[in-house]
C-alpha cells in the first residue's frame, strides 16, 4: 500500500514588519487589545508592487523543491490554496506553473480560506495513494494586505491578517513493504499521511466573508448590502458604491467564529487520532492553524495537551489563512521540533465553515 509522505517544505514571508503600533497610523487600536484578544504582535505585509500570492507561493516552492532533492521539471501536479488571488480568475496555480517554468501538468486551486490548505493536501493525499502522480506541489499562500479596510471601520479583521506562503512536495512512500517507493530509507517505518479528514457546514457562509465582486445580486442577506434598492442590485457585480461603503473587504462576525472554532477544532483532531486508534498523548506536534493564539490555547486546554505539543506563530506572522498550516510546518520543522517518525497533526477551521485535519507520522 502507498501512502503520502513529505518529501520537502518551505515557507516565504516578506520583510516588511508591521507592529501593533504601526498600526495606529490607520485606526484607532492598540498593541494591549490586539495582543490580549489575538497573541499578535506583529505581521509581514507584501510590497505593494513586485510581491503578490503567487511570487510568495513560488518562493517557498522553491525552497520545498530543492529540499526534497527534485527540481521543478519532477513536479507532476500542482495544488494551490489561496482566498487571496492574483487575479479573480485564472487561479494562482498556473501562474506558478508558468513562474517556475513547469511542465504543462495539471494545475488546481482550492478555494478553502482557513482550512484551504489541509484540503489541498488532502487531495494531494489521494491522487499520491491512487498512483496517478508522484511529486506533487501543495503550497498555500496569502496577499491579505492588499485587501483589508484599515481604517477603524474594519480593525476587527485587519489587525488579524498577515502576508505569507508556505509549501510542500508530495512523494510516495511504501507503508507495508518496507520498501522504498523511491529510495526512502524510512518506507516501512509507518511515515507519511495515515488519514485526512474534511467537513463543512454551510448553514453560517455569511458570517466570514468577502461578498463582492461576486454573482449573489443580494438575493441572500439583507446586510450589509441593504443600502441598494432593489434596481440598483439586480445586476450588479462591483459599483461605486459598494466601494464608497466598503463592501468589498471582508466581513467576520468574529464571536461566532471563535464559539464555533473552539468546538470543532477538537472535534477534527480527535476524529483523527481515533481513526487511527491514536490518543492525545501519542501526539508529538499539533499544528494548528494559527486563527487566534486565544483558539489555540483553548484548543490545548481542551485536549489536555503539554505546551510542547502545539506550536503557535501567530504572535509572529498573524493569521496568514492558506499559508499559516505549512508556514508553521516549515518554522517548527526548521527548530527541530519535528523528527522523523514523530505523530504530527495538522488542523484548520474557518470560512464557509470549513474545516478538517490530517493526522501524519513524519
Ligand atoms: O482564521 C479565520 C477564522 N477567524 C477566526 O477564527 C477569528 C475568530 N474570532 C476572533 O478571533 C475574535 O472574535 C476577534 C479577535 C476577531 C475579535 O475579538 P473579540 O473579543 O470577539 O472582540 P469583538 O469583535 O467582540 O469586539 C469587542 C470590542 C468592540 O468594542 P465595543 O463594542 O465593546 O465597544 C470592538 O469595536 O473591541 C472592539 N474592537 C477593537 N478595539 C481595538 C474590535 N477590533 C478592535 C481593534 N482594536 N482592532
Known amino acids: 500500500m502507498k501512502r503520502t509522505k513529505i518529501a520537502g517544505i518551505g515557507m516565504y514571508v516578506p520583510q516588511n514588519v508591521v507592529t501593533n503600533n504601526d498600526l495606529l ?19 509581514r505585509y507584501a510590497q505593494r508592487t513586485g510581491e503578490t500570492t503567487t511570487t510568495m507561493g513560488v ?49 488546481l486551486d482550492v ?15 489521494q491522487f499520491i495513494k491512487t498512483g496517478m502522480y508522484k511529486n506533487i506541489l501543495v503550497v498555500g499562500a496569502e496577499k491579505h494586505s492588499f485587501g483589508l479596510d484599515f481604517s477603524t471601520r474594519g480593525r476587527n ?6 502576508d505569507g506562503a ?5 512523494q510516495p512512500v511504501n507503508a507495508n513493504t518496507g520498501q522504498a517507493a523511491q529510495g526512502d530509507p524510512l518506507a516501512g517505518s509507518g511515515q507519511g499521511i495515515l488519514s485526512t479528514h474534511l467537513h463543512s457546514d454551510g448553514a453560517a457562509a455569511e458570517i466570514l466573508a468577502m461578498y463582492n465582486p461576486g454573482t449573489h445580486a443580494n438575493h441572500w442577506v439583507d446586510q450589509p448590502l441593504a443600502d441598494f434598492n432593489d434596481n440598483e442590485i439586480g445586476d450588479m457585480f462591483m459599483s461605486h458604491e459598494m466601494i464608497d461603503n466598503a463592501q468589498n473587504f471582508p466581513f467576520m462576525d468574529g464571536q461566532s467564529v471563535f464559539k464555533k472554532a473552539i468546538i470543532k477544532f477538537p472535534e477534527v483532531i480527535l476524529e483523527a487520532l481515533n481513526k487511527n486508534g491514536l490518543q492525545t498523548s501519542d501526539l508529538n506536534l499539533l499544528i494548528p492553524h494559527q486563527a487566534n493564539l486565544r483558539i489555540s490555547q483553548f484548543v490545548q486546554h481542551k485536549l489536555k495537551l503539554r505546551d510542547d505539543q502545539v506550536y503557535n506563530n501567530i504572535q509572529q506572522y498573524g493569521n496568514t489563512t492558506a499559508a499559516s498550516v505549512p ?15 514523530d505523530l504530527v497533526c495538522l488542523a484548520a477551521f474557518g470560512s464557509g465553515f470549513t474545516w478538517g485535519s490530517v493526522l501524519l507520522r513524519w
Do not use: H
Not at 327 to 341: D, H, P, R, S
Open 111 to 125: 478555494r478553502n480560506q482557513c482550512s484551504g490548505f489541509i484540503y489541498a493536501l488532502s487531495v494531494g493525499d
Open 25 to 43: 497610523k490607520y485606526m484607532e487600536t492598540s498593541d494591549e487589545w490586539i495582543q490580549e484578544r489575538t497573541g499578535i504582535k506583529e505581521r
Open 59 to 107: 518562493e517557498a516552492a522553491r525552497i520545498a523543491i530543492e529540499r526534497a532533492g527534485i527540481s521543478p521539471a519532477d513536479i507532476d501536479f500542482i495544488i494551490f490554496a489561496t482566498l487571496s488571488p492574483d487575479y479573480y480568475f485564472p487561479g494562482c496555480g498556473v501562474l506558478l506553473q508558468r513562474a517556475m517554468q513547469m511542465k504543462e501538468i495539471g494545475a
Open 157 to 162: 479583521i485587519s489587525v488579524i491578517f498577515g
Open 327 to 341: 508556514i508553521a510546518l516549515c518554522e517548527a520543522w526548521e527548530k527541530g521540533m519535528i523528527k522523523e517518525g
Open 166 to 170: 508556505g509549501a510542500i512536495v508530495l
